[in-house]
Every structure is written in C-alpha cells, then in structure tokens.
C-alpha cells in the first residue's frame, strides 16, 4: 500500500520543523554558552538532542514508507536577543510544532490512516511537553517571585 500524499506531506513538513528547531536550540545553546549562561546553555543542548531523536524517527518512518527524508525549508535562526526573550522564541518554536502536529493527527484520523495517527500523536504528546516546559521556564524568567 502507497503511502497517502497528505502524509507524505506532514512528513516533510515535519521534519523541516524538527531540523529547524535542531538548528536553533544548537545555535542558541552556543550563544549562550559564550556568555558564560552554562545551564540555561545545557537546557538547550538537551532539548536539541530530543529534536533530533524526532528527526531520526521521521527519517525512519519516511523510509519504511518508501518516501526519501528531504527537508528543505529550515526556518532561520535567531542568533540575538537575551535569554528571556530566547526562551520566548522557544516558546513560540514548541508552540508552531505543536499546533502542526495536532493538525496532522486531525487529517490523519480524517483519511482513517490509523498507524500515521498513532505516530504523529505520539510527537504531538511529547512536543506538548516540550512546551509545557518551555513556557514554565519563561514564566519563571519574566516573574521570579512567582507572584502575579
Ligand atoms: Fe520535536
Ligand atoms: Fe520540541
């Protein structure tokens, strides 16, 4: 059975997004590193690390599809700002792959492709964590105290 074109599309689109958000955690792990903001710069490099596990997932089901990986439309990469609003830029990166995801787990369930529902919810699940996280970090940055 040929894959259907609106996976084969989510799966491209996918994996652009998830190279892109390799690209930036790096990128912003090494800037911040640079200012000497170690574990702000360690969060980063562990979240890039999870990205790119996402990566070698999409590749994998691509290629048991029959489908070659070809991500092509990487989002630039935001090399200013200061942590927090780096953080915010996280924020806004989780929220996008999120919202793809929860849109792909949608059409998928649409055209009854049960297993690609199954593997796109599963990102969908663990990029809600990621954003879950990515917003408390920023909460905590813009409203140490805790108070509101
Ligand atoms: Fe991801
Ligand atoms: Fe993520």
Do not use: C, K
């Not at 996918?14 to 170690?38: C, K, P, W, Y």
């Amino acid at each position: 059975m040929s894959p259907h074109p609106t996976i084969l599309g989510y799966l491209g689109r996918a994996l652009s997004l998830e190279f892109s958000a390799v690209q930036q955690f790096l990128a912003t792990a090494r800037l911040l590193e640079s200012r000497g903001i170690d574990a702000a710069a360690q969060r980063f490099q562990t979240e890039a690390r999870e990205e790119m596990e996402h990566v070698e997932r999409i590749i994998g089901r691509m290629l048991a599809l029959g489908a070659a990986p070809n991500a092509s439309q990487l989002r630039p990469v935001r090399v200013d700002g200061s942590l927090t609003e780096l953080v915010l830029s996280a924020v806004e990166l989780e929220r996008d792959i999120t919202d793809f995801y929860a849109r792909a787990v949608a059409d998928a369930l649409a055209i009854q492709a049960h297993e690609d529902r199954l593997f796109f919810d599963q990102l969908l699940q663990e990029e809600r964590h990621h954003l879950v996280e990515a917003e408390t970090w920023y909460r905590e940055l813009t409203n140490p105290g805790g108070q509101r």
